[in-house]
């Protein structure tokens, strides 16, 4: 008996929808909406509505199987990121291009602050934005 028809709610169809979703995120290799996302799909012929790759990227990232950054004009672009780990983002606004870094002292002062405030930590978000090197290379 396979996994999938143990899972009945999540047909075949779905399945396929959420594979050619992280498949496409993979290829990209940079942080993208969800409209270039779809976008790229139409480009590929396979038959996701919006609607869906919507869907299936916010039950991705609920389940951190794809990394999602809530950018400063309040668009989410999402990334399938190579660590599985805790880990933050510096980002560049023109290319798109990502390192993986970590929190260093975010680590504990999300901590401090929780507890300074008497809140049960649940988690942080904090990523960095900039312009990369080749970007400010091509601008000069
Ligand atoms: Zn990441
Ligand atoms: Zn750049
Ligand atoms: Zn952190």
Known sequence: MTVQ????????????????????????????????????????????????VYRTLQSLSEIDAV????????????????????HHHLVCTKCGRTEEIDGGPIEAWAKEMASKFDFELTGHDAEVFGICAQCRAKAA
């Open 5 to 52: 028809s143990n899972i009945p709610k999540l047909g075949a169809r779905n399945t396929k929808q959420r594979t050619a979703v992280v498949e496409v995120l993979r290829e990209m290799d940079k942080f993208a909406s969800a409209k270039d996302i779809h976008q790229e799909l139409q480009a590929r012929e396979a038959k996701v509505g919006l609607t869906t």
């Open 67 to 86: 990394d999602a950054l809530h950018m400063p004009t309040g668009e989410t672009l999402y990334r399938h990121c190579e660590s599985s780990h805790h």
